[in-house]
């Protein structure tokens, strides 16, 4: 008889998809436990649906794989079945709210070196201006950068008796981030299972209560952590993140289009690093092109929330640990992000 463990069952459990996805049960966080008796399996789903022919397919599928793994006698599937929310019954599987937060904004890009945290950071630093309580979590697990962009790097969350974690706060905000969990030099090495639990801890296990708004700083691209964060929480919405030439046009739409496939509206486009401003005199060079975020937000029929300029203080500012909107808000970039948050505010206030 093969050694049954709970990692071999996560395995095999990978070939079990859900209903009309090409996403496994596994990294959408749908198995909640695994129960080993000897050669007896025990495996218990938990299941947001209406449908009655989703857990009747789950529940076949998964004892028909787990029955086929070498010395197993029994398998049997037991499936917790809830109501899903109304955002749910419009596409997102098994999406929820997070307790105690209002509004919860993912910020996203399809590709890497957009600067989509620098925006993620300063637009929770800017929305924090407008006068509400907002939370920033960096979902970004293999490459974290808001605790240093707040200066965080050498803070550590605490948790409580029962195991629920409390976020560090800088500047009034409130934050999560895998870069305040490791060394300066330690990598995040987890396979996908992990990250995914990682992420549903980052965002359900975290104490996000009283937050008015709280600002997902996504990965770049498509992967589980985006997933995970579209089929299992609701969204108010999502900024993507771009810079104006195509080549990051491209996949800012393959971002948009993952969005638009799980009913999450998009509330616009923010080009960043879309000019510089010569100090010197004052000259604009558009370094990556013009007009491409806006070209782009016309082709979703959203808007351009805004044109981030590439811009020294903004990166300094950040490397030093303070975002340049609280650093130095008089700056003409600190002002493009406060226009954003209030466009934001305006859209996502309205649509309730």
């Known amino acids: 008889m093969s050694y049954l463990s709970e990692e071999l069952v996560?395995?095999?459990?990978?070939?079990?998809?859900?209903?009309?996805?090409?996403?496994?049960?596994?990294?959408?966080?749908?198995?909640?436990e695994v129960k080993i008796a000897g050669s007896d399996l025990l495996v218990r789903l938990s299941v947001a649906t209406n449908n009655p022919t989703v857990p009747e397919a789950l529940k076949r599928d998964s004892e028909k794989v787990l029955g086929a793994i070498p010395g197993v006698a029994s398998a049997k599937v037991v499936i917790d079945i809830t109501n899903p929310p109304d955002v749910a019954s419009s596409g997102q599987t098994s999406a929820t709210k997070i307790s105690g937060v209002d509004h919860v904004i993912a910020i996203a890009s399809g590709k890497g070196g957009v600067g989509k945290s620098t925006v993620a950071a300063n637009l929770a630093a800017a929305l924090y201006g407008t006068g509400v309580?907002?939370?920033?979590?960096?979902?970004?697990?293999?490459?974290?950068?808001i605790s240093l962009m707040f200066g965080a790097t050498q803070e550590r969350p605490?948790?409580?008796?029962?195991?629920?974690?409390?976020?560090?706060?800088?500047?009034?905000?409130?934050?999560?981030?895998?870069?305040?969990?490791?060394?300066d030099n330690s990598p995040a090495i987890l396979r996908g299972p992990m990250v995914t639990r990682a992420t549903q801890q980052f965002l359900r296990q975290v104490d996000w209560s009283g937050l008015?708004?709280?600002?997902?700083?996504?990965?770049?691209?498509?992967?589980d952590i985006q997933l995970t964060v579209v089929q299992t929480v609701a969204l108010s919405g999502a900024v993507i993140v771009t810079t104006p030439q195509e080549v990051a046009l491209i996949d800012a739409r393959k971002a948009s289009?993952?969005?638009?496939?799980?009913?999450?509206?998009?509330?616009?486009?923010?080009e960043n690093m879309s000019y510089f401003l010569s100090p010197s005199d004052g000259k604009r060079y558009d370094i990556f092109g013009?007009?491409?975020?806006?070209?782009?937000?016309?082709?979703?029929?959203?808007?351009?929330?805004?044109?981030?300029?590439?811009?020294?203080?903004?990166?300094?500012?950040?490397?030093?640990?303070?975002p340049v909107v609280f650093e130095k808000p008089e700056r003409p970039v600190s002002k493009v992000f406060s226009q954003i948050a209030d466009q934001l505010r305006k859209k996502v206030e309205l649509s309730r």
């Open 212 to 223: 008015e708004y709280l600002i997902l700083d996504l990965p770049p691209g498509t992967g």
């Open 290 to 322: 013009s007009g491409g975020g806006e070209r782009e937000a016309m082709r979703l029929k959203v808007p351009l929330l805004g044109a981030v300029p590439l811009d020294i203080e903004t990166r300094e500012s950040g490397d030093r640990g303070m």
């Open 10 to 32: 996560l395995e095999r459990l990978k070939a079990v998809k859900f209903p009309g996805y090409s996403r496994d049960i596994v990294s959408f966080g749908l198995v909640k």
């Open 158 to 183: 605490m948790a409580t008796s029962d195991n629920t974690i409390i976020p560090m706060e800088r500047y009034g905000i409130k934050l999560m981030s895998m870069g305040s969990l490791l060394d």
């Open 257 to 270: 289009s993952m969005f638009a496939k799980v009913n999450v509206p998009v509330l616009g486009i923010v």
């Open 133 to 145: 309580q907002v939370g920033l979590c960096d979902c970004d697990i293999y490459g974290p950068s």
